[in-house]
């Protein structure tokens, strides 16, 4: 398409980055057709790319430990309200009963 003058080659080149093929033909098709701008045709690879929130792994039981532990340290309200504190307590009574047992 770049050689038959239907493209420019910067479009070419964003197109080639594109790993599967199917869609990299798809937007090929819909730049050529549709008179993509670059600025549309990035907007279209970028709809078409995964998020990195999407990608990664969730976290383990260790990383999510910690995490929760992070979050009722930085939680002000969590310690003033008595039914979540109750809450708390027994969860750590839980707790403490899995890591002595």
Do not use: F
Not at 4 to 25: C, F, M, N, P
Not at 32 to 44: A, F, I
Not at 61 to 90: F, G, Y
């Amino acid at each position: 398409m770049i050689r038959q003058g239907k493209v420019h080659y910067t479009k070419g080149i964003l197109l080639a980055g594109v790993k599967d093929e199917s869609q990299r033909q798809q937007l090929l098709e819909k730049a050529v057709y549709d008179s993509l701008s670059l600025s549309e045709l990035k907007t279209q690879i970028k709809a078409l790319s995964p998020t990195p929130e999407a990608t990664a792994k969730p976290p383990n039981l260790q990383q999510r430990l910690t995490q929760v532990t992070q979050q009722v340290k930085k939680n002000k309200t969590l310690w003033q309200d008595t039914a979540k504190a109750q809450q708390l307590e027994a969860l750590l009574n839980q707790l403490e009963e899995l890591l002595m047992g």
